[in-house]
T-cell receptor
């Protein structure tokens, strides 16, 4: 069953602008990950944030996690045309529920950055 | 370039054919995964191998048969597929199992078309 739901489904911005994508999930988690997928390619891991973390940075990426709201956001600052891709959040199960070897992906946000 | 190599990149087969997809990684990862991804959809987990043993089968039809000959190789044997099986098949690996706790490394996939 699908766990994460990204919002918006599609986002179009100009180069240099910031892009924010949101992910909501339904059950408690141990970890939440964000991935990028360029058209016709495999997924590339961006950031993993654990349930006891609230914010994480990697270069131009900033991920926040609010477990009370069961939501996460991915912020890409100073976007570039090369950031054009689909972005997916993925969640696992909570240890209290037996944990999970599985990652369940959300529907994704298709980001277009116009030059 | 990805560190997980999948072959072939494209495969067209008839419904009566038998073919195999191959996945290889040399990162010393002990967990390997098969995902199926339809167009404009997120990846859906099919199988998980942990230390060369099948640990998760997501109720995949028996016309898909996974095999893990050693810690670096993962195969997916295909037989009597249906047109609805046309999709991008992605292989991934992670250092250990419990896929949500570690980043997964994806190959670029095999695009499969069933005639």
């Amino acid at each position: 069953s699908q766990q994460g739901e990204e919002d918006p489904q599609a986002l179009s911005i100009q180069e240099g602008e910031n892009a924010t994508m949101n992910c909501s999930y339904k059950t408690s988690i141990n970890n939440l990950q964000w991935y990028r997928q360029n058209s016709g390619r495999g997924l590339v891991h961006l950031i993993l944030i654990r349930s006891n973390e609230r914010e994480k940075h990697s270069g131009r990426l900033r991920v926040t996690l609010d477990t009370s709201k069961k939501s996460s956001s991915l912020l890409i600052t100073a976007s570039r045309a090369a950031d054009t891709a689909s972005y997916f959040c993925a969640t696992d199960g909570s240890a209290t529920q037996g944990g999970s070897e599985k990652l369940v992906f959300g529907k994704g946000t298709k980001l277009t950055v116009n030059p | 370039d990805t560190e997980v190599t999948q072959t072939p990149k494209h495969l067209v087969m008839g419904m009566t054919n038998k073919k195999s997809l191959k996945c290889e990684q040399h990162m010393g990862h002990r967990a390997m995964y098969w995902y199926k991804q339809k167009a404009k959809k997120p990846p859906e987990l099919m199988f998980v191998y942990s230390y060369e043993k099948l640990s998760i089968n997501e109720s995949v039809p028996s016309r898909f048969s996974p095999e893990c000959p050693n810690s670096s190789l993962l195969n997916l044997h295909l037989h009597a597929l249906q047109p609805e099986d046309s999709a991008l098949y992605l292989c991934a690996s992670s250092l250990q199992s419990w896929g949500g706790r570690q980043p997964q490394h994806f190959g670029d996939g095999t695009r499969l078309s069933i005639l």
